[in-house]
């Protein structure tokens, strides 16, 4: 190894401890409001350089990826790598923690703010699934502390899914990466097909364990419901970061698990025999959970008046998106490609247009202390400037061509109707769905530009502010990365996500012939798109005219009651009806319980001594 | 070597000490604290010395008074239990250092040289019972313990008090008791009193004998496991643990019920063998028992109101993982078991400490009562939050590294049906040790509430207020003697969570000599 490299090896721990140092001596001096700053520059600059750091090893990455190993750690041994695929999500992280922090208008704990990022990059990084797990554990229980504290008892309240269901998904992660460990005799990430063909059911049971528990992260159906509840309450920079990139890491863990755990090593991938049958059964639930996703989240979308409930179902129905490509990256196997680079690049973007929508959403929070966007209107001539980045951010998540969703979208519906042509004939009815939902985007986000900036101004928003000059500022850095990425979907696409697929087990020939210089503009994708759009407006207007927005679900189909409410009424009522029935009877029946015990161990132990 | 004699001297050291610290303390001044440290420091010392030479020169066994095994005592000082009686002799340090401040909160004045004595008295009964390789010897240490401890229940003078001990005290005769039918039923069979003889002639006669080996077993684990408080035989616990001072709360929480399950490896696997238990099935029945104590442990836990008292449960759900470890008769079950014992012995005690601190504080023992003392009390709180999260098992805690041996061993075993036990378990932790964590810390108290303020300004970066409060508060009103005990078991806890192969080297040595 040469010198340059080894350097750029060392960079990051030594980042990482200097940070650690500068912490310690620091907070001390800083319990005194005036030098409170000092310590958030610090934060800043740690980012920074830590961002600035992993842009720099792009160069290193072509060749191989740089790794840390710890070998002493938890008795077996944990490593961090920075390789291609998590490049891209590293370098978002560092820019959304940098952005958020730079527009946040509420209290948030820096403490906090520090460690979500810390063990966000850690959870990116982690070599292994060990360390993967620990800092899982650790984002969860620390982006928990952001969205509650100082949010009062009902945030409380509504956080408890999000926590509750944070440990039920961390358990099942956890159970499933020990099974694995036990039965294949490794963590770490590395193909393992050949190993699960061998396997009996237990295969499955790992497969669903880690679905469950990645797709509980991101807000997966029929787990989606905390992500409204909880969002309802949070600060808006800790929803945009949330849903910015807690949510994707759920879904990097996922895609990780498809496409390098169940899918096959290069060499064996296409010659040997029922490989990927595996793979491709997995890939059939994931795709219609992906699905069905989408288009809950955007129906209930369509539904909403409050502006966080709302986007915060967007966050749903996207992560549908997401969560389909996983699918068809999994079942399509060596074919996959065209789904696996869709839902890192739509992963990517999301975030850049949901964060800002996140951030429109706050400013006008903070101009007029209302959330409710039915209430608002005409704030157009009021804060111009937000409007326009409004306007943005929803023609990107729309998939306007020329914004960076459609590059995603139209990769993604390349996928699933590839899914279709190579596979089962019932994803013809998925693609169907999928227009349906971009369709119900384009209709919604019409409604909260609509609702929010145009129309008639209202009387009580006469004296607001306009547009805040910092927040604009942060806001427009993402804007300008949405139309830069929308301008020219190909450059990331040739620089990072074809040799991040060309490093997986994809089949190179198939990536050659149908991704590589993939033309974006072509006039089936822009008419699709044109179809899409007209349809949004069509069930806007029809909305509009008969009250549609206004409909609510009966109770019994909202997922929380089914799937999350029973299991926690029956662990509070239990143990209360345990108490309260029994507690006493057995204290005070001990000599009883006594005889009766020993009565039957003994017993037992005597028919089972006739046996042996 | 010199070290031989070790193990009696601290056993003498402790007795006399037990003896003459009463007579020598006419007030709970600073010189009798000294002493009283200082005695310990000697023993801490000379078991240091004997788990260093075990690790360099080997297991030896130590005949008392060169009787000879079959009739004399002898003492078996292998790596685990030296390793044992380090870490009972050192959690005893700790807990006594933090004892000073609160016991004067506790009990009469004129009572606290007793309870010292009861102490040392109590100290010397674990390493008794951890040392001896025989099995009447244990009996006596056995007993020993259990008058120690109820006195050290009792010595509160409250009416709960009271009730609890005397519980305590029937129940631990009936156990005593059993255990001794139990030794003399083997007795008869064997002819030896000492575990390696048994153990030595049982695989020849268990054919010959199996009722009477059956019955003698059946006997002895039903009497160690009402000591251990294995789950339907854990009655007494919850009363006993939440009703004593909190020194002897976290005293008999994580060690004495350690210890006797210590004993009860000991009697399964060196006395009867692994052959003979495989073969009686009786390991099936233990698993069982060890997974309804699991889940039900915690239930019970989940309805409580009172924070000690809810600790006792959870005591009762973490017995039962080690029992799941032992029943498992596979060296990587052991191993986690004999982990765990260790692991829960920290977190046990850093629980109770901490819970002991808000009681002596605020006074206030009720778990709805505890909104916002994160703040008020932010070390305690973060000791009991590390200790919380590792019952809970999230990584980075000793508590997920035994629960990951643990759960890898069930598997090993081919048991998958005890994995979905230990994960139901883990969440049922997270239902009763989480939303304390979460009052404490981010709920804010009645004397908080006025403090709120609204939520948004437009400065550069906003403060917050609640971060200044709990640097400023640093100072925390508790006596630093209670702290320092309290954050080195946090710390302890950590650094075993990242690091876990510092004590599992030690149990895998000592693993081979149990199979």
Redesign the interface.
């Known amino acids: 190894m040469n010198i340059e490299s080894s350097l750029l090896k060392a960079g990051l721990p030594s980042i990482v401890i200097l940070f650690a140092v500068l912490e310690v001596l620091v907070?001390?001096f800083t319990?005194k409001?005036k030098y409170?700053?000092i310590r958030?520059h610090i934060v800043m600059f740690f980012i920074v350089l830590t961002t600035a750091y992993v842009a720099i090893t792009y160069g290193e990455l072509q060749n191989a990826p740089i790794s840390y190993e710890l070998s002493?750690?938890?008795?077996v041994g944990v490593t961090f790598k920075i390789d291609l695929f998590n490049y891209a999500f590293i370098l978002l992280a560092g820019l959304l923690w940098l952005v958020v922090g730079f527009y946040?208008?509420?209290?948030?704990?820096?403490?906090f703010y520090t460690i979500t990022y810390i063990s966000t990059l850690g959870t990116l990084m982690a070599g292994d699934l060990?360390s993967f797990?620990?800092f899982f554990?650790?984002m969860t229980?620390s982006s928990y502390?952001l969205m509650?504290?100082?949010?009062g008892?009902e945030q409380?309240e509504a956080a408890?899914a999000y926590?509750?269901m944070g440990?039920?998904g961390g358990?099942?992660i956890?159970?499933a990466i020990?099974?694995m460990?036990?039965?294949t005799g490794t963590f770490q990430w590395t193909n393992l097909a050949m190993e699960f063909n061998n396997m009996g059911v237990?295969k499955y049971f790992i497969a669903i364990l880690f679905i469950a528990g990645f797709g509980i992260k991101s807000a997966m159906f029929p787990f989606h419901f905390w992500a409204p509840k909880t969002y309802e309450g949070a600060?808006f920079a800790v929803n945009a970061l949330s849903s910015g990139m807690f949510m994707k890491v759920g879904a990097y863990g996922m895609l990780r698990v498809v496409s390098v755990l169940f899918s096959a090593d290069k060499s064996i991938a296409s010659v040997t025999e029922g490989i990927w049958r595996m793979s491709e059964q997995i890939g059939f639930v994931v795709i219609w959970l992906g699905i069905l996703t989408m288009a809950v989240g955007v129906f209930m979308a369509l539904q909403q008046g409050n502006m966080k409930r709302m986007l915060a179902y967007h966050s749903v129905s996207q992560m549908g998106y997401v969560i389909m490509g996983i699918g068809v990256a999994a079942y399509l196997g060596f074919q996959g490609p065209m789904g696996f680079i869709g839902a890192i690049y739509h992963m990517i973007n999301h975030s850049l247009f949901k964060v800002l929508l996140f951030m429109v959403a706050g400013l006008v929070y903070?101009r007029t202390r209302e959330t409710d966007m039915y209430k608002l209107g005409g704030l157009w001539k009021k804060m111009p400037i937000t409007a326009i980045l409004c306007l943005i951010a929803a023609l990107g998540i729309t998939g306007m061509p020329l914004f960076n969703g459609f590059a995603s979208k139209s990769i993604l519906h390349h996928a699933i109707i590839e899914a279709y042509e190579y596979g089962h004939p019932s994803f013809k009815y998925a693609e169907l769905i999928f227009k349906l939902v971009s369709a119900g985007t384009v209709c919604s986000f019409i409604k909260f530009f609509s609702f929010i900036f145009l129309g008639e101004p209202k009387q009580n928003y006469d004296h607001i502010k306009g547009d805040?000059t910092?927040m604009v500022e942060a806001m427009s850095i993402l804007a300008i990365l949405i139309i830069a990425i929308g301008m020219r979907p190909d450059i990331l696409m040739d620089k990072l996500f074809i040799p991040t697929a060309l490093s997986m087990s994809f089949d190179p020939a198939f990536i050659e012939k149908y991704i590589v210089d993939m033309n974006f503009w072509n006039s089936k994708d822009l008419i699709g798109m044109v179809g899409v759009y007209f349809l949004g407006f069509g069930i806007f207007i029809l909305g509009l005219k008969y009250h549609l927005f206004h409909l609510h679900l009966p109770r019994w189909l909202n997922a929380e009651n089914v799937v999350y409410r029973p299991v926690t009424d029956f662990?509070?009522d239990?143990?209360?009806y345990?108490?309260?029935r029994y507690?006493n009877k057995?204290?005070s029946?001990?000599?009883f319980?006594?005889a009766i015990?020993?009565t039957t161990?003994?017993g037992?132990?005597?028919i089972?001594?006739f046996?042996? | 070597m010199d070290s031989m004699q070790f193990p009696l001297y601290i056993l003498l050291l402790l007795v006399m000490a037990a003896v003459i610290v009463p007579i020598l303390m006419k007030e709970f001044d600073r010189k009798s604290k000294v002493m009283i440290l200082g005695t310990l420091a000697i023993a801490w010392g000379m078991s240091l010395y004997i788990l260093v030479g075990v690790l360099q020169s080997g297991a030896y066994l130590y005949d008392i008074g060169n009787w000879g095994a079959k009739i004399g005592i002898q003492f078996n000082i292998d790596e685990f239990s030296a390793f044992m009686s380090f870490f009972i002799v050192s959690l005893t340090i700790l807990i006594v250092i933090y004892s000073i401040k609160d016991i004067e909160h506790e009990i009469y004045r004129k009572q606290i040289a007793g309870y010292y004595s009861l102490v040392f008295l109590l100290l010397m009964g674990m390493l008794g019972i951890t040392f001896t390789n025989d099995l009447f010897n244990t009996y006596v240490f056995m007993e020993i313990l259990a008058i120690t401890s109820c006195a050290i229940i009792s010595i509160k003078r409250k009416k709960e008090n009271y009730m609890a001990a005397f519980?305590y005290l029937?129940?631990n005769t009936?156990g005593s008791l059993?255990f001794l039918f139990g030794l003399a039923l083997l007795y008869m069979v064997t002819g030896y009193l000492n575990m390696g003889e048994v153990y030595n002639t049982i695989s020849d006669v268990w054919q010959l004998y199996?009722?009477n080996i059956?019955?003698a077993?059946?006997?002895m684990?039903?009497g160690l496991?009402?000591k251990a408080a294995i789950f339907?035989?854990h009655?007494?616990l919850?009363?006993a643990h939440s009703s004593a001072p909190t020194p002897s709360s976290a005293l008999l929480s994580s060690l004495v019920v350690k210890v006797y399950i210590f004993t009860l490896i000991k009697v399964l696997y060196r006395v009867l063998g692994e052959e003979v238990i495989t073969?009686?099935?009786?390991s099936t029945?233990l698993g069982y028992l060890a997974a309804i104590g699991m889940i039900?442990g915690s239930?019970?836990?989940?309805?409580?109101k009172d924070i000690k008292r809810m600790l006792a449960y959870s005591s009762v759900a973490q017995i039962g993982y080690i029992i799941l470890g032992v029943s498992l008769t596979s060296t990587q079950g052991l191993s986690a078991a004999l982990f765990h014992v260790t692991s829960h012995g920290l977190m046990k005690t850093a629980l109770f400490l901490s819970a002991g601190s808000i009681i002596y504080y605020k006074g206030k023992r009720d778990i709805r009562e505890l909104n916002g003392i994160g703040y008020e009390m932010p070390i305690t709180m973060a000791v009991f939050t590390i200790a919380a999260?590792g019952m809970?098992?999230?990584?980075?805690t000793n508590g997920f590294?035994s629960k990951?041996y643990l759960?890898?061993a069930v598997?090993?075993a081919g048991q998958?049906f005890y994995?979905v036990v230990i994960?139901i378990s883990?969440?049922?932790n997270?239902?009763y040790y989480?939303p304390i964590i979460?009052n404490a810390?981010?709920?804010q108290g009645i004397d908080n509430k006025e403090k709120e303020v609204s939520?948004?300004?437009?400065s550069?970066?906003?403060?917050?207020?609640?971060?200044?409060n709990k640097?400023?508060m640093n100072v925390e009103g508790l006596p630093k003697l209670m702290l320092i005990p309290m954050s080195i078991i946090a710390s302890l806890s950590i650094i075993l969570g990242?690091?876990?192969?510092l004590v599992?080297n030690i149990i895998e040595l000592a693993v081979n000599t149990f199979l």
């Open positions: 907070t001390p319990s409001v409170k700053n958030r002493n750690l938890f008795g946040n208008f509420e209290k948030i704990n820096y403490l060990l797990f620990l554990e650790v229980f502390a509650v504290l100082n949010r008892e409380l408890s926590i509750y440990i039920i358990l099942s956890l159970s020990l099974m460990y036990v039965y237990a600060p903070m805040h910092r662990c509070e239990f143990p209360k345990c108490v309260q507690e057995m204290i029946g001990d000599v319980i006594y015990l020993l161990v003994v037992l132990l005597v089972s001594g046996h042996a | 519980r029937i129940l009936l059993s199996p009722r059956l019955l077993l059946g006997l684990l039903t496991g009402i339907p035989l009655i007494w919850p009363d073969g009686l099935g009786v029945y039900m239930v019970f836990a989940i309805g409580q999260l809970i098992g999230i990584p980075g590294m990951w759960s890898f598997l090993e998958p994995l994960l883990s969440f049922l997270a239902m989480l979460i810390f981010f709920k939520n948004s300004s437009e550069m970066f906003v403060t917050e207020e609640i971060l200044d640097q400023e990242f690091f876990p192969q599992m």
